[in-house]
């Protein structure tokens, strides 16, 4: 049977689950949001789904999890997460569905975060590999880039291999960034290089979790440089 969101009832209960849209896809909107995604405007039928339930999906969440569904909204597009309450970490927190972000994950997203800045009033920031290398040789960040990508070498010139390298970094965390939702990956094309990609407004959302990486940068780059020597 087929229901029509706007007109039913809110009940604080599972019983929505049975509704034949929910019961479609359910399954891929749970498991983006246990894996951390944020879900956004333009993702289709989830964020239709998430968008048409809020308070239920808000009652299943707290109580099945002890989590918390929260939707922000960037350059008028929405997006939705799953966020652990104030009171404590959740019942994910100690499992392997929870993840932290590891260091080159959070350099990377900071890098990024600041380009979408940049192309604050650009309608689509789309990012491929020769960008990516302008603003390591030429922003105002670069020092500190060329440090973390080329083990602490800081030169006007690098080479073929040690770029591939700097790259096979990029390319990682930006797996696990369009995991989470904060970029889009993109088949890549004549003069794009080997990476093509499209900063989503989510991203603004690590202005909140690293807000403490992105005001001690130089501190931060420090870190990395400490366990990239210990290895």
């Not at 289709?44 to 999906?57: A, D, K, M, R």
């Not at 569904?69 to 929405?78: A, C, D, G, P, V």
């Not at 997006?79 to 080159?104: I, N, T, V």
């Not at 192309?119 to 922003?139: A, G, Q, V, W």
């Amino acid at each position: 049977m087929d229901y029509d969101y706007k007109d039913r009832e809110v009940n604080h209960d599972f019983s929505f689950l049975n509704f034949t849209d929910v019961q479609a896809h359910f399954a891929d909107l749970n498991i983006s949001l246990l894996r951390g995604r944020h879900v956004q405007t333009g993702e289709g039928y989830i964020f239709t789904l998430v968008n048409n339930y809020v308070s239920e999906f808000t009652f299943y969440y707290r109580s099945l999890y002890g989590l918390d569904l929260k939707r922000e909204k960037s350059e008028n597009i929405e997006y939705y997460y799953l966020d652990f309450p104030e009171e404590g970490k959740g019942k994910l927190y100690s499992s392997d569905r929870h993840r932290e972000m590891s260091a080159w994950d959070s350099l990377i997203a900071l890098m990024l975060l600041n380009m979408y800045y940049d192309r604050l009033f650009d309608h689509t920031k789309t990012i491929n590999r020769p960008i990516l290398e302008n603003e390591i040789m030429n922003s105002d960040l670069a020092p500190s880039y060329k440090k973390v990508f080329f083990n602490n070498i800081i030169r006007d010139f690098y080479s073929d291999p040690e770029w591939k390298t700097a790259m096979d970094h990029y390319k990682r965390a930006l797996r696990t960034l369009d995991q989470l939702g904060w970029v889009k990956l993109l088949p890549a094309g004549e003069g794009d290089g080997d990476i093509l990609f499209i900063i989503r407004e989510s991203i603004n959302r690590f202005a909140n979790l690293y807000h403490y990486e992105i005001s001690h940068f130089d501190t931060f780059v420090e870190q990395i440089m400490q366990k990239k020597n210990k290895k």
